[in-house]
């Protein structure tokens, strides 16, 4: 998780976290402590960092996170009389999977609301990685710089992340700010346990969710909704659910392509048309894709 720390963006202090989310803060002085990141593991602290190792820890790994460079850790209640002299201030709390979710978009600068999300669901790993393949190239193909967030595949445009899957709230925040920060216009995540950590997407605003694999749209539609709950993203009145259509299989079959790319080219053609892009365009990159070949 180290390896992209750099995408935090935002700065906080420890005042308006004790504010924003109820948090109990001591030494009470240490209000204008600002930190500049967040670590969940002591690889991941860097100068600045606030240590949220999740869980009570021995007091020892806090003084290591200090002598890391951590600025402050947050901890469960129970730590309390684990720690009568912290060396580095302390929040005590108890937080929810939503809050960690909100502090670590907050601190990342909320880059899932600069960028178009997609996220695919499937009945198994393999149609879901294929899916995801395909949204990109697709994308990319319409002149889309994007990102992708799937397990042992996860990019922004060019370059490869390496991330230990699967990937966490904090993981998931810092990905998306890489992304954005690279210049893609679009991140693509693969909704499965390979990839994602339950609630691992909250305060992730998704655009469009595609969704292959299933008979019919009651059975997608249970499918999304089971799926983005359990990873923290419910869908609601801004989000787009989406399934292949007879059109959308008529696009793919013109479309120069294996037989087995088809269904993964139809769903993408679908969920490209409910984030807006215009039939003609897509008509036109079909054609480009037809020629090339």
Do not use: W
């Amino acid at each position: 998780m180290s390896s992209i720390s750099e995408a935090i963006s935002q700065r906080m202090t420890l005042g308006y976290l004790t504010e924003r989310y109820g948090f109990d803060l001591v030494p009470p002085f240490a209000a204008n402590v600002t930190i500049t990141s967040l670590a969940n593991d002591l690889d991941s602290v860097t100068p600045g960092s606030l240590y949220i190792p999740g869980a009570t820890v021995a007091a020892g790994a806090v003084s290591q996170a200090a002598q890391r460079g951590a600025y402050a850790a947050l901890l469960p209640h129970a730590m309390k009389s684990v720690l009568p002299e912290p060396e580095i201030p302390v929040l005590f709390a108890e937080p929810t999977a939503q809050q960690l979710g909100k502090l670590a978009a907050d601190i990342a600068g909320a880059p899932s609301e600069t960028l178009a999300i997609f996220a695919v669901v499937g009945t198994d790993r393999q149609t879901i990685g294929a899916d995801v393949q395909m949204l990109a190239q697709f994308l990319h193909m319409l002149g889309n710089p994007v990102g992708v967030l799937n397990a042992n595949d996860s990019s922004s445009l060019e370059r490869f992340l390496d991330l230990e899957y699967p990937v966490d709230i904090l993981t998931v925040q810092r990905v998306l700010s890489v992304c954005a920060e690279d210049g893609a216009a679009a991140v693509i995540i693969a909704m499965d346990d390979a990839t994602l950590q339950p609630d691992a997407l909250q305060s992730v605003a998704v655009d469009v969710v595609g969704c292959d694999g299933v008979t019919g749209p009651a059975d997608g539609e249970a499918l999304v909704d089971g799926t983005c709950e359990r990873y923290g993203c419910p869908v609601d009145r801004n989000t787009h659910v989406v399934f292949r259509t007879e059109e959308s299989d008529a696009l793919a079959v013109q479309a120069d392509v294996e037989r087995d790319e088809i269904r993964p080219l139809s769903l993408a053609i679908s969920c490209v048309l409910a984030a807006g892009v215009r039939k003609n365009s897509i008509r036109s990159a079909l054609r480009v894709s037809r020629e090339l070949h």
